[in-house]
């Protein structure tokens, strides 16, 4: 379970302290899925980015499954988002010099080891995504959608409690949007995650369920 509680986030800057984020509360049961919507600036990034553990906020607490990130060190929670999130970004982030299989192997390679099934359930998403015959292809020889559903795949091969996706088809056509959605449902429903997924497209969000909209740094009810 997911609970995030009155999480506030300013960023300082030279005019002073910004806010952005205002006491957002919510909780996301096991296994269920949610969408955030809003405009452009209203902090949806910035949310994201605090339910993955990768920004620290100003108030406020996030507890998945009971464990708050921010209260260990750095390592600690560096080992926390590897075990337990999973993070599709809107513009991939694969890395250029490896081959599809090895960006998919990324989380388990930074987790310190990879063990023989962790390899075969690489090749499999990876199957599984339409791209058995791109496993030693680098993100710079695939398409967009295909970089996408690497990113999916990449995302999802921990098994993790969490997946956070950003836009995750904000830069696809309407075809490979629809495929790297149904990717993004199946595997985290396939694999029992919870997902949070950040949007701007009404029919993404509307097949997520659980729309909320963030406006001004506010959950609306
Ligand atoms: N590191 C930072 N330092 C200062 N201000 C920041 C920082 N990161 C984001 N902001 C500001 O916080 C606000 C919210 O940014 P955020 O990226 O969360 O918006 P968003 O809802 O994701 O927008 P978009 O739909 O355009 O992606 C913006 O006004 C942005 O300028
Ligand atoms: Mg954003």
Same mark, same amino acid.
């Given at each position: 379970?997911?609970?995030?509680?009155?999480?506030?986030?300013?960023?300082?800057?030279?005019?002073?302290?910004?806010?952005?984020?205002?006491?957002?509360?919510?909780?996301?049961?096991?296994?269920?899925?949610?969408?955030?919507?809003?405009?452009?600036?209203?902090?949806?990034?910035?949310?994201?980015?605090?339910?993955?553990?990768?920004?620290?906020?100003?108030?406020?607490?996030v507890r998945l499954d009971g464990v708050d990130p921010f209260t260990g060190n750095?390592?600690?929670?560096?080992?926390?988002?590897?075990?337990?999130?999973?993070?599709?970004?809107?513009?991939?982030?694969?890395?250029?010099?490896?081959?599809?299989?090895?960006? %998919?192997?990324?989380?388990?390679?930074?987790?310190?080891?990879?063990?023989?099934?962790?390899?075969?359930?690489?090749?499999?998403?990876?199957?599984?995504?339409?791209?058995?015959?791109?496993?030693?292809?680098?993100?710079?020889?695939?398409?967009?959608?295909?970089?996408?559903?690497?990113?999916?795949?990449?995302?999802?091969?921990?098994?993790?409690?969490?997946?956070?996706?950003?836009?995750?088809?904000?830069?696809?056509?309407?075809?490979?949007?629809?495929?790297?959605?149904?990717?993004?449902?199946?595997?985290?429903?396939?694999?029992?995650?919870?997902?949070?997924?950040?949007?701007?497209?009404?029919?993404?969000?509307?097949? %997520?369920?659980?729309?909320?909209?963030?406006?001004?740094?506010?959950?609306?009810?």
């Amino acid at each position: 379970m997911l609970d995030v509680t009155e999480v506030s986030k300013s960023f300082a800057t030279a005019g002073g302290g910004l806010p952005v984020l205002d006491r957002v509360s919510f909780t996301l049961e096991p296994g269920r899925r949610m969408a955030i919507m809003g405009p452009s600036g209203s902090g949806k990034s910035t949310l994201l980015s605090i339910l993955g553990a990768i920004d620290e906020p100003t108030a406020g607490s996030v507890r998945l499954d009971g464990v708050d990130p921010f209260t260990g060190n750095a390592a600690a929670r560096a080992a926390f988002r590897n075990r337990r999130i999973g993070f599709v970004f809107q513009d991939h982030h694969l890395l250029a010099g490896c081959t599809a299989l090895d960006n %998919v192997l990324v989380p388990a390679l930074a987790a310190g080891r990879v063990p023989r099934e962790t390899i075969a359930r690489g090749r499999r998403l990876l199957e599984r995504v339409g791209l058995a015959g791109r496993l030693d292809h680098r993100p710079g020889e695939l398409s967009g959608g295909e970089r996408q559903r690497v990113a999916v795949a990449r995302a999802v091969v921990l098994a993790p409690r969490l997946v956070l996706a950003d836009e995750p088809t904000g830069q696809l056509d309407s075809r490979s949007a629809t495929d790297v959605a149904d990717l993004l449902l199946d595997l985290t429903t396939e694999s029992g995650g919870m997902l949070v997924v950040v949007t701007h497209a009404e029919s993404l969000a509307e097949r %997520v369920g659980g729309v909320r909209r963030l406006v001004d740094g506010r959950l609306l009810p």
